[in-house]
């Protein structure tokens, strides 16, 4: 579809599953709607809002597609059917997605009927490279598979801390996983790209925080796959997780994208974080992600050394001065313009500067970072509980880390770069959410993102009493989507096929 | 009736992929076979409605009526629906108010002309949401199969029957066509072929259980009853005709089992035509799906709701050419149906009304009703998207 406002309206309408719920006699429709069809005009102005976006429906009819019409048929075959929420009062076409059915695989279907299933926000369908790449959200994976169903309950904010933090975070990796050279990373399904990761990184985090999504007054989106060359990842996200006061279509947010390769999210930590200090801001809260399907020429190809580390996911992290689950105490960013890695715009994939990446690049920064911050606090290693190192591979977060003088039990936490790959700008993010999953109140954690070009932001965190109240909404941490019974493993050439997505 | 509009003549074309030609050439043919057959000619036509689904899209034709009027030399009034059954119950409608009394109604369809593209543009017009949800023109049939089975807790070798049931319309819908010289597949299948299909597809229905993609036209002069008698001996009166319009979005339906726009219209159709429903003989239904052509025999009111495979499987094991329901005869897509006769959408209602006009004047040939008597009346069923529209016609000699 090449039609702008078609494909806004659409967008509007079906990425975050909007329905109308008629005041007087229940009746609920899959659409914004003014009045009820069976109550006429008495109705008008009498309808209220459904949201599905965090709900749960009922596969209640399903069928085979083994023939797609053209712009599904890289999805192969899926299974195609009707959702219904609410108890049948709402239902709506869907698809299940996240799943891969072999060419000559017979899926049993009433087994699948009945089963819960959770809405997903991804890909439509496959369109031309110039067009708008259309999203929705009438795709849906199991409820008790891979990513389990998780309410969104905005909970009342309490106490004020001093200092502005984190107060709330989420991380989000595909279901599938390439295991080789000794190291799992994760895979998108076709559907997927990092604006369909941001987005769920953000649910995540909304859920997890408990804030109302309109307090957040600013969101930063950092990644380095954006689809788009013009055209922010940050306004879907603000859309879409409804950020800011809705006013009609509109959201009052502001929404950016940030770039600095690999930091591009944790560069604006700071910023977000001083925003909501900032005493006539009147902001409450703010959000900042980092995702990427991180893109790697293949094998062979040059740039192609990349192809055995990039991996898909994001996280994202909420801030704000109210019930805090970890202060931010201070920061320290270094830069310097080094080429080590870089894309040219227009072209797909990025080159790598081999050996150069190495000493000149990650090494000099990111020790640069940490010694210059905790120089500016005092500290020595052992006054740190946990240490984040950026880790676009297994070896050099460790080098780091030892050359720093940390200890493993103090970095070894946070290395998931061997679980889900290197996540290019959600990379150190989930390092440090996979600490903040364990950490105790009162810890601190240095955590030292790595961006080439080059430079490297290093924060000092120290956690609160809310991380153990706050951990109890979790239903999933990094841990277990790591070690997920429903991952799913695919070989080099599905590999190549599901990151070329749509 | 005295006062019905009537069909004095039909034409059509074959259907099937007519790659060399173009839409105004078939619908030409047609019109030409119709005018043949009751000595109307071009300058007595007062109005014409045509139908066509597609040709804006498959052939970049935007005003239809335009190229219309340029091939006839025409300047009378035309109007283009999306179905024959609806130009039919629209020139009805004109014809009954004493505006005209002699009327063109035709339809024509190249879709083969997208090839590559027109199952898109069949699922994103049937419904939109359902096509970005990842729906095929397939998939609705399906899903309303599986919740028909689940509905009347049709299972196990009940759901064997069934499914046996379906294959076997298709066995017999393709060998009717092999009687029908226009038909787009004039050749015999088996039952294993329909299974196979089914099997290769790994679901419920096959490749063998849907109608196919196809070019084509037809042509109806459809003059009021005073005229018709002038014209012809035996002019076949359209004796009600109605439709009924429901959701585009087939989940959002309340009965995912049936057709609640067939029902509707048939009551309509029924009540205005004044006709017994155990008189009506012969019937074309609109079988997009073998499971479309059960279901509706229902919706229609000839089976009972739950039972329509019962009848179909007790019948067609040994296809003797009609169905059995009751101790009373149905013959059923005589043509061959849209299974094997094909399916040009904006044309597929001329044939049905054409098969239907033949049957009621015993002009059949082969494919002539094996009833004691030539049949009084016919009904044919028509649906635009997956039951979003439904159309009924119900035809007599008298």
Redesign the interface.
């Known amino acids: 579809m090449s039609s702008e406002p078609i494909e806004r309206r659409?967008s509007y309408l079906?990425d975050r599953l909007k329905a109308s719920r008629c005041q007087i006699c229940g009746k609920e429709?899959?659409e914004v709607r003014d009045y009820c069809s069976d109550c006429g005009r008495k109705s008008y102005l009498k309808m209220s809002a459904v949201d599905l976006f965090y709900e749960k429906g009922t596969l209640e009819?399903?069928?085979?597609?083994?023939?797609?019409?053209?712009?599904?048929t890289k999805?192969g075959s899926?299974v195609?059917?009707?959702?219904s929420f609410h108890g049948g009062k709402i239902?709506?076409?869907?698809?299940l997605t996240d799943q891969i059915i072999k060419k000559?695989?017979?899926?049993d279907?009433a087994t699948l009927?009945g089963r819960e299933v959770v809405p997903r926000f991804r890909r439509?369908?496959s369109v031309n490279r110039t067009d708008v790449v259309?999203t929705?959200s009438?795709?849906f994976t199991l409820a008790d598979e891979y990513y389990p169903h998780q309410e969104y309950k905005v909970a009342a904010q309490n106490k004020e801390y001093e200092l502005p933090g984190i107060v709330g975070y989420g991380v989000y990796t595909s279901r599938f996983r390439i295991k080789e050279g000794g190291i799992e990373r994760a895979v998108p399904f076709t559907d997927e790209d990092s604006v369909t990761a941001a987005v769920e990184a953000g649910k995540t985090a909304l859920i997890h925080s408990g804030i109302d999504s309109s307090h957040v007054g600013k969101v930063y989106v950092g990644s380095e796959s954006n689809p788009y060359a013009v055209k922010p990842i940050a306004s879907k996200v603000a859309q879409v997780l409804q950020l800011g006061e809705e006013d009609g279509d509109v959201q009052s947010v502001d929404a950016v994208d940030t770039e600095f390769a690999c930091k591009a999210a944790t560069s604006m930590f700071k910023d977000a974080a001083a925003l909501v200090n900032y005493p006539a801001s009147g902001i409450r809260n703010t959000m900042v992600i980092g995702a990427d399907n991180s893109q790697a020429a293949p094998r062979g190809c040059p740039g192609g050394e990349l192809d055995l580390f990039v991996g898909y996911g994001g996280a994202a992290f909420v801030f704000g001065k109210h019930d805090v689950i970890a202060e931010i105490e201070g920061w320290h960013s270094v830069t310097s313009d080094t080429p080590d890695f870089w894309r040219r715009d227009g072209e797909q994939f990025p080159m790598h500067g081999g050996r150069f990446t190495g000493d000149p690049a990650y090494f000099k920064h990111v020790k640069k970072s940490v010694t210059k911050l905790m120089g500016k606090f005092k500290l020595e290693p052992q006054d740190l509980d946990y240490f984040v190192p950026h880790q676009p591979n297994p070896a050099f977060p460790v080098k780091v880390a030892r050359d720093l003088g940390f200890k493993e039990e103090q970095y070894i936490c946070s290395l998931q770069v061997k679980k889900f790959g290197n996540t290019y700008s959600g990379c150190s993010p989930v390092g440090l959410a996979a600490v903040l999953d364990i950490a105790k109140p009162d810890e601190r954690i240095l955590v030292a993102s790595y961006g080439s070009g080059a430079g490297s932001d290093a924060y000092l965190l120290r956690t609160t009493s809310q991380l153990l109240e706050k951990r109890k909404r979790q239903k999933i941490n990094v841990k277990q989507l790591a070690e997920n019974p429903f991952a799913q493993y695919v070989d080099y050439t599905t590999y190549r096929r599901l990151k070329q997505g749509m | 009736m005295q006062n019905s509009p009537a069909i004095v003549a039909v034409g059509r074309t074959k259907f099937g992929e007519h790659y060399g030609k173009e839409p105004e050439k078939l619908i030409e043919e047609a019109w030409l076979a119709a005018s043949r057959g009751c000595g109307i000619e071009r300058k007595d036509l007062e109005a014409c409605y045509m139908s066509d689904c597609f040709l804006p899209i498959t052939n970049k034709l935007g005003l239809e009526e335009g190229f219309l009027s340029e091939l006839t030399e025409l300047h009378v009034p035309m109007e283009i629906t999306r179905s024959v059954s609806a130009a039919l119950l629209t020139a009805c409608h004109a014809i009954r108010a004493g505006i005209y009394s002699t009327v063109l109604v035709g339809g024509i369809e190249k879709m083969t002309d997208r090839w590559d593209k027109i199952r898109d543009d069949l699922m994103l017009l049937e419904d939109p949401w359902s096509y970005y949800a990842g729906c095929t023109p397939e998939s609705n049939h399906e899903l309303m199969l599986r919740a028909y089975a689940k509905k009347y807790g049709i299972t196990g070798e009940k759901l064997e029957k069934l499914n046996v049931a379906l294959a076997q319309i298709a066995v017999k819908n393709h060998a009717n066509a092999t009687k029908n010289e226009y038909a787009q597949y004039q050749r015999k299948i088996t039952l294993e072929q329909v299974l196979n299909a089914r099997k290769a597809a790994r679901k419920a229905l096959g490749l063998y259980d849907f109608a196919p993609i196809s070019d084509g036209a037809s042509a109806l002069i459809v003059t009021s009853a005073e005229k018709a008698k002038k014209l012809t001996d035996q002019p076949v009166y359209v004796l009600g005709t109605a439709s009924a319009t429901d959701f585009l979005n087939y989940p959002a339906r309340e009965d995912l089992t049936h057709f609640m726009a067939t029902k509707i219209a048939m009551a309509n159709a029924i009540r205005r035509a004044g006709v017994n429903q155990k008189d009506i003989q012969v019937l074309e239904l609109n079988d997009q799906s073998t499971m479309m052509d059960m279901v509706s025999l229902e919706d229609l009111g000839f089976c009972e709701e739950g039972t329509a495979w019962k009848n179909i499987y007790d019948s067609y094991q040994d296809y003797q050419g009609y169905l059995e329901v009751d101790g009373r005869k149905l013959f059923i897509n005589l043509n061959g149906g849209l299974k094997a006769d094909g399916n040009p959408l904006g044309a597929t209602g001329g044939a049905q009304l054409f098969e239907i006009f033949k049957q009621l004047r015993g002009e059949a040939g082969p494919r002539q009703a094996a009833a004691d008597s030539t049949p009084q009346y016919g009904l044919s069923n028509e649906f635009e998207g997956f039951g979003t529209k439904s159309y009924v016609c119900i035809l007599g000699r008298n």
């Open positions: 659409v079906g429709y899959f009819l399903c069928t085979l597609v083994t023939e797609p019409t053209n712009k599904f999805l899926y195609y059917g009707i959702v239902r709506v076409p869907g698809r000559d695989e017979n899926v279907l009927e439509r369908y259309p929705i009438l795709a």
